[in-house]
């Protein structure tokens, strides 16, 4: 009779992932969980005040997989690209922290307003800042993690420009205005090392990225970005495949040009983007 009880329990005990709140021993019950490396994602999440109020800005369901993957309730991410706030908001719609940073003082209002609507100010900093600026930037992040007693962060998050396919501002230190692929990986690099100096050891990093067409030529922008990822010492996990939706080319009226001009140039449209998962060993 005990025997059968311990065995029941021990059926039943929590198997805890160290980085997440997952309970292994209900592993079947994560349905929603994605663990395929190719995500079709039919639509943009649209609810807890999620919008498409901002070219360039991702699916919240990016942000809601990084999340209940690698962090736990209470923990603390930074976003090194702030864009319009859907990290801010997954995070605070699944009881995390978020420190976002953003380089555009329009954005950083603009965000911090919707933040005040939506009752997530208490788990929001924004820091108007440029992320590749190691040292002031770094000592910003610093004294928000110091803010709740951390001295690292938990997740990072990077979704930088595309090199120029989105000219974000006409700020100087936009990654979108670097004058050329090198000089945007140069500015993206010293951005990784951020994120893994503040960054806990053993935590995770998500990169969101795609690549572009120079003159008839692909510049894959996706695998530049990881090498450089590897560089600041980042260990590659995953490259996920996902198809872009709503903000690709070739939609709507011009889908026949687009077309057009993809069968007249040999090449082929993007329909997809990268989610790039890294590990701080
Ligand atoms: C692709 S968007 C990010 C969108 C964001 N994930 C969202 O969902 O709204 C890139 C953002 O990076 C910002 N940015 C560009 N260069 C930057 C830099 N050096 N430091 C901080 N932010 C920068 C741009 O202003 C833009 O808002």
Request: with cysteine.
């Amino acid at each position: 009779m005990l025997e059968k009880r311990l065995s029941t329990e021990r059926r039943h005990a929590p198997k805890k992932i160290a980085y997440n709140d997952l309970d292994l021993s209900n592993w079947k019950q994560y349905d929603d969980i994605l663990t395929d490396s190719l995500w079709d994602i039919p639509s943009r999440e649209r609810s807890a005040g999620h919008k498409l109020d901002y070219h360039g800005n991702c699916v919240p369901q990016i942000l809601t997989q990084m999340l209940k993957r690698y962090t736990k309730a209470g923990e603390t991410i930074v976003d090194f690209f702030l864009g319009s706030g859907t990290s801010a908001i997954e995070s605070h719609r699944l009881d995390r922290r978020c420190i976002g940073i953003e380089i555009q003082p329009a954005m950083v209002d603009y965000v911090q307003e919707k933040i005040q609507e939506l009752g997530a100010d208490a788990s929001t900093q924004i820091i108007n800042a440029d992320s590749s600026d190691k040292t002031w930037t770094g000592k910003k992040i610093r004294q928000a993690l110091q803010e709740t007693n951390l001295t690292h962060s938990q997740f990072a998050f990077l979704h930088p420009p595309y090199a120029d396919i989105i000219r974000f501002s006409s700020l100087e230190k936009d990654l979108s205005n670097a004058d050329s692929t090198e000089a945007f990986l140069e500015g993206f690099q010293r951005v990784a090392e951020l994120a893994f100096e503040v960054l806990e050891k053993n935590r995770f990093a998500a990169l969101v990225i795609g690549d572009k067409y120079t003159d008839g030529e692909l510049i894959p922008l996706g695998f530049y970005c990881m090498e450089r990822m590897n560089r600041a010492g980042f260990k590659t996990k995953s490259i996920i495949v996902k198809n872009m939706t709503g903000n690709e080319k070739g939609k709507g009226r011009t889908a026949n040009l687009w077309r057009y001009r993809a069968l007249a140039g040999g090449f082929y449209l993007f329909k997809h983007e990268y989610v790039m998962v890294f590990q701080k060993p």
